[in-house]
């Protein structure tokens, strides 16, 4: 009588690697598609920053615009009150 276990054991190491590298491909297949999603969502996100990035730079140079105009106004109040208060002096009211 010959003894089998040899094969048997070997035929069993092949179907339980043949099992695990069935099961790692679906785990791989699994992986890929959930790190594509995750991708996909980060690049959507950095989109979404790149847009509210732009959006600032545009409303901080209207901010500048709008700074520049009132240091301005400023400056001409600043001549009125200035030649206002001349005047008062000049009258001696001050």
């Known amino acids: 009588m010959t003894d089998?276990?040899?094969h048997l054991?070997?035929?069993?190491?092949?179907?339980?690697l043949q099992k695990e590298i069935e099961y790692l491909k679906k785990e791989i297949t699994?992986?890929?598609e959930n790190y594509s999603i995750e991708i996909t969502d980060k690049d959507r996100r950095i989109i979404?920053?790149?847009n509210i990035n732009d959006s600032h730079k545009v409303t901080?140079?209207?901010?500048?615009?709008?700074?520049n105009q009132l240091l301005r106004e400023n400056d001409k109040?600043?001549?009125?009150?200035?030649?206002s208060v001349s005047k008062l002096r000049e009258n001696g009211e001050i």
Request: charged share 40%; no cysteine.
């Open 60 to 67: 901080n140079g209207d901010l500048r615009v709008l700074n």
């Open 77 to 83: 109040m600043k001549e009125v009150i200035d030649k």
């Open 30 to 32: 699994i992986l890929h």
């Open 4 to 6: 089998d276990r040899g």
């Open 9 to 16: 054991d070997l035929t069993r190491q092949i179907d339980d």
């Open 48 to 50: 979404d920053l790149m």
